[in-house]
């Protein structure tokens, strides 16, 4: 297959060419479930971790060699690859390398956890559709709120159905009319206890932070992280976060970002500090 070129228009030669990604491994049922949904939308390729790599944000660390796999997904994709590596290296894989075409969207997820707040460059899930961006390709980040003993698994005890319900009705919309102007990439989170029916709303970041990590001193001067749990100040949330509207409303946090980290706000004549 030839290289594909960076493109930043949503019209594709024939049918749209979806790129799926995600951060638990090209063997995760919630991958499965995003590319069942979203399967008569497009041409669907996929090019996800060979190991579960949760929590390398956009990292390109790994081998970045290439396997085709089975899926038993009930359809016929373009492709499946795993990608020896994190994320944004199996998003720079599939971009780059793997594509017969300009790609119109990456999805990635659906990740087993939400990605709330000011923490989320953490994430794989994010790193992959901030790569995505970064190559002028709209992307979704699509995560299900799940109990932090199922993060690093594959447990068939998540329903994923109406998660995959809200990515194909992100990605129809954005086939059909684009993101907002200036909007780089959407971050769903769908509660635990959604149905089809359960409202979404626009959101911004927490600046709280919203899991964090336990640090264990394993020698003198040297600490391993062995889990982490949320922590977060329910009463002082703010009203239009993410976090508000998953955790008090619960409702689908549809969240928008750019990945433009510019304070232009310091930018301009009216500005009087001066580092130098």
């Known amino acids: 297959m030839r290289p594909n070129q960076p493109t930043n228009h949503w019209a594709a030669q024939t049918k749209p060419l979806l790129l799926l990604t995600n ?10 479930a995003l590319a069942r949904s979203l399967s008569d939308l497009g041409d ?49 894989t599939g971009v780059v390398v793997l594509t017969p075409r300009p790609v119109t969207l990456v999805v990635a997820g659906i ?3 939400e990605n709330i707040g000011v923490g989320i ?10 790569e995505a961006a970064g190559y002028q390709v709209p ?28 990515a194909r009705r992100a990605v129809i919309k954005a ?8 909007v780089d990439v959407v971050k769903l989170d769908i509660p635990c206890d959604a149905v089809p029916q359960t409202p979404w709303k626009w959101t911004n970041l927490t600046h709280q932070r919203y899991f964090e990590s336990t640090l264990v001193e394993t020698a003198p ?5 062995k889990g982490y749990e949320r922590m977060i100040d329910l009463a002082n949330l703010e ?18 970002l750019t990945i433009d980290l510019s304070a232009k706000g310091l930018i301009g004549p009216d500005n009087d500090w001066n580092p130098l």
């Open 121 to 130: 460059t953490v994430s794989g899930t994010l790193g992959a559709a901030i």
């Open 139 to 166: 992307s979704l980040a699509v995560s299900l709120e799940t109990d932090v003993a199922h993060h690093f698994t594959h447990s068939n005890a998540i329903d994923f159905s109406v998660a995959a319900g809200f």
């Open 221 to 225: 001067g040297q600490v391993q992280i």
């Open 111 to 113: 990740n087993y956890g």
């Open 23 to 32: 951060d638990d491994g090209i063997y995760s049922p919630g991958l499965a």
């Open 44 to 92: 669907i390729l996929i090019a996800a971790p060979l190991q579960q790599q949760s929590g390398v944000g956009r990292s390109l660390i790994g081998s970045g060699t290439i396997q085709p796999v089975e899926l038993n997904l009930g359809f016929e994709p373009l492709g499946v690859y795993a990608v020896e590596g994190t994320p944004a290296l199996s998003v720079r």
């Open 239 to 256: 009203a239009d976060s993410d976090a508000h509207a998953l955790l008090i409303d619960r409702v689908v946090s549809v969240c928008p």
């Open 175 to 182: 086939l059909s009319v684009g993101f907002p102007p200036g």
